[in-house]
């Protein structure tokens, strides 16, 4: 799953005919896995830095596409999320992905904004 694509362009000369199936969710997927091992990371190294703001909303984004990833998980803190992103991101499992792309960034830039005010 990491290698798949450096695998497949580090020997595409062996198979030029050969085809690479881009996954787009599985990208989705990575970048979360990322967010974690990061939290984690910090963690272990008992720093008391955060995500970033793009992290933080990414994290919001993904469950909201996803809101299977936190569906078995109960406690106030997790039902405080899921009550923010039903209220962030109403009606998202109807959206085609390229409009939940953009509300995410649209809301994200909205909210860099009240930042700077």
Same mark, same amino acid.
């Given at each position: *799953?990491?290698?798949?694509?450096?695998?497949?362009?580090?020997?595409?000369?062996?198979?030029?005919?050969?085809?690479?199936?881009?996954?787009?969710?599985?990208? @989705?997927? *990575?970048?979360?896995?990322? +967010? +974690?091992?990061?939290?984690?990371?910090?963690?272990?190294?008992?720093?008391?830095?955060?995500?970033?703001?793009? *992290?933080?909303? @990414?994290?919001?984004? @993904?469950?909201?596409?996803?809101?299977?990833?936190?569906?078995?998980?109960?406690?106030?803190?997790?039902?405080?999320?899921?009550?923010?992103?039903?209220? *962030?991101?109403?009606?998202?499992?109807?959206?085609?992905?390229?409009?939940?792309?953009?509300?995410?960034?649209?809301? +994200?830039?909205?909210?860099?904004?009240?930042?700077?005010?």
């Amino acid at each position: *799953m990491l290698r798949a694509a450096q695998n497949f362009f580090k020997h595409a000369n062996n198979d030029p005919e050969g085809q690479f199936e881009f996954e787009e969710n599985r990208n @989705y997927d *990575m970048i979360f896995l990322a +967010l +974690l091992e990061y939290s984690t990371l910090l963690k272990h190294k008992q720093e008391n830095r955060k995500f970033s703001i793009p *992290m933080s909303f @990414y994290e919001i984004w @993904y469950f909201a596409i996803n809101p299977e990833a936190l569906a078995d998980e109960e406690s106030a803190e997790i039902d405080q999320l899921k009550k923010a992103i039903a209220k *962030m991101f109403p009606d998202f499992q109807s959206l085609p992905k390229f409009e939940q792309l953009a509300r995410g960034s649209i809301q +994200l830039r909205d909210y860099e904004k009240t930042l700077n005010e």
